[in-house]
Nanobody
């Protein structure tokens, strides 16, 4: 019943920046760990970054130092700031909320190409 909606995807040149946002339909951020995952064509979905309610973060090695995840519990939103984008970052990016149960957004496409 809880819905997660991603936005901000699009086409960007290598080395450019893009910010993704995820909004929840209900007040769940007070107890859920939030995350961003991505899936490239022909590959399995992989973790990009997670952030706990207190704000502890974890990043995949491939994006560490380039991406930043943040959250606003009062607004039930989570963002992913992506800098120094590479062609291999091209994928559909999904928002995730997890505690005992999980919720997923439908994804937003990010294409990094010149």
């Amino acid at each position: 019943q809880v819905q997660l909606v991603e936005s901000g995807g699009g086409l960007v040149q290598p080395g450019g920046s893009l910010e993704l946002s995820c909004a929840a339909s209900e007040s769940i951020f007070r107890i859920y760990t939030m995350g961003w995952y991505r899936q490239a064509p022909g590959k399995q979905r992989e973790l990009v970054a997670t952030i706990t309610t207190p704000g502890n973060t974890n990043y995949a090695n491939s994006v560490k130092g380039r991406f930043t995840i943040s959250r606003d519990n009062a607004k039930n939103t989570v963002t992913l700031q992506m800098n120094s984008l590479k062609p291999e970052d091209t994928a559909v990016y999904y928002c995730n909320a997890r505690r005992i149960e999980e919720y997923w957004g439908k994804g937003t496409l990010v294409t990094v190409s010149s």
